[in-house]
């Protein structure tokens, strides 16, 4: 019997050891879409104590302890940082099978050297020796991105955020290269119009540019897609239900805009016209200056109506949606490839029946100008764990190149996440190891070491051209 989470953990041949011990394991992170908050990374702060660093905004660990029967009060409430931290440590037993299970031992080991398993006997000993660790130096946010050889992250940031924390990163340095990513959703979001009209008038203040017209708004946040790019800025992310690629003309759109600054109710067909017609521009832009542009297609969100007035979006009342995919992305891509206006771009689906339609349709418009110019994302949310990533890859490997893959990206809100690259290398060199083993791949380490050293850094180094 394999030990628990040992150094092989994963690795279930003497090659996929090999491969990853050999070459994976030493390569830097890059971290290329996540949600870390960019004001904690300047401070270089220190968590007090682990729930803060866990618990305070990780609603993976949240839809577990709802699923055990743990009340809110321990959740999201008034419960202090002792008792939440209890009833997660008494949750993590009953989270085996869970992609859970593994990260937060994995996050035990890593970090703080504890091998232990988590549970509702030991939580006080191991929340005191985490959270004496976290006060220091050590363990501030900047020694944690350091000790996880991190050197990119990319945050997630409005179009009207004033950036002044990654201008304080920029001016003192930092350990890592940190930058804003350009997420233009509430922008186009008409499915409520009076939020929408507020968000444009925050964008006119902070552009400085009177908006009367649809002209104007486009003027307005190309504004900020300037001011971002003169931030360090070189990628977009996009989440949606699926792309919007309707047909319009711009006396539409800009009937439709007037509505909106109206706050007249728009219909349906007006909606899909809207979002098209801005996506288009979005990505217009992205092409200009070279950025990579991310779309995530396909979460079903706020689902539960009292959750979401109590508690807010991103607190885990999220799943997986059955929206329709592929014609509305083959048109999008296809008009702005009919102009050579389509720019480096990775799209992920979060729905898996979606993995052998996003593998093929990227072939549709690589164009040979750069080695993996569309590329099908890493298993994401729902699909981040051992069978989603696997499927992904071998789905990419079977209708793709999987060896111009740009890896794994965390998606996370948490600082201790990055072992989930390290989740993702042993998996990958495992199903590499596997096809050696069994005489389907050469017996050349060398190259197939080489591959997983791009799939798990050099290809994204290139790609993003930091
Ligand atoms: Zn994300």
Redesign the pocket.
């Known amino acids: 019997m394999k030990k628990f989470l040992d150094e092989n953990f994963l690795l279930q041949s003497a090659t996929a050891q090999k491969l990853y011990h050999d070459y994976a394991k030493e390569m830097p992170i890059i971290d290329y879409?996540?949600?870390l908050p960019p004001d904690q990374i300047a401070a270089d702060m220190n968590f007090n104590n682990i729930t803060h660093a866990w618990l305070y905004g990780d609603h993976y660990k949240w839809r577990a302890m709802r699923a055990n029967g743990v009340n809110e009060r321990f959740i999201t409430g008034n419960a202090s940082d002792e008792e939440k931290f209890q009833k997660w440590a008494e949750t993590v037993p009953y989270t085996l099978r869970n992609p859970l299970y593994h990260w937060t031992h994995l996050e035990l080991q890593r970090y703080f050297g504890i091998d232990a398993i988590l549970t509702g006997d030991n939580w006080k000993e191991i929340y005191d020796e985490t959270s004496a660790k976290l006060q220091t130096k050590e363990f501030s946010i900047q020694s944690l991105i350091k000790r996880m050889n991190v050197k990119v992250i990319c945050t997630?940031d409005d179009p009207i955020d004033n950036l002044e924390h990654h201008q304080k990163i920029a001016k003192d340095g930092a350990v890592a290269k940190i930058a804003p990513a350009f997420r233009p959703d509430k922008a186009m979001h008409a499915d409520d119009v009076p939020a929408l009209n507020i968000y444009i008038d925050k964008v006119a203040a902070v552009s400085g540019i009177e908006v009367n017209s649809f002209e104007d708004y486009l003027n307005a946040l190309k504004n900020r897609h300037d001011y971002f790019a003169a931030n360090g800025c070189q990628v977009s992310?996009h989440?949606l239900e699926q792309i919007y690629a309707e047909d319009y003309t711009d006396a539409e759109i800009g009937t439709i805009f007037k509505k909106i600054r109206a706050n007249e109710a728009i219909t349906y067909s007006e909606l899909l016209k809207f979002k098209s017609a801005m996506l288009y521009q979005f990505a217009i832009w992205d092409h200009e200056k070279g950025w990579v542009q991310q779309y995530?297609l396909g979460a079903l969100r706020n689902n539960n109506a009292r959750a979401l007035s109590n508690l807010g979006p991103d607190t885990g009342w999220d799943s997986i949606g059955d929206f329709s995919q592929g014609v509305t992305l083959s048109k999008f891509l296809n008009r702005l490839d009919s102009t050579d206006q389509l720019t480096k771009t990775i799209l992920y689906n979060l729905n898996p029946r979606d993995n052998e339609l996003m593998a093929t349709m990227i072939g549709n418009f690589n164009d040979g100008s750069v080695a993996g110019k569309i590329q099908f994302g890493s298993g994401w949310w729902f699909l981040d764990q051992k069978d989603g990533m696997t499927k992904q890859l071998n789905t990419l490997s079977n209708m793709g190149l999987v060896s111009q893959m740009v890896g794994m990206l965390t998606?996370s809100r948490s600082f201790l996440s990055f072992p989930r690259h390290e989740y993702f290398r042993r998996i990958l060199c495992n199903l590499f190891g596997d096809d050696i083993e069994n005489g389907e791949l050469p017996n050349d380490i060398e190259w197939v070491g080489k591959i997983i050293q791009d799939i798990s850094y050099n290809n994204a180094q290139k790609y993003f051209n930091w």
């Open positions: 879409h996540c949600h997630t992310d989440g995530h998606d």
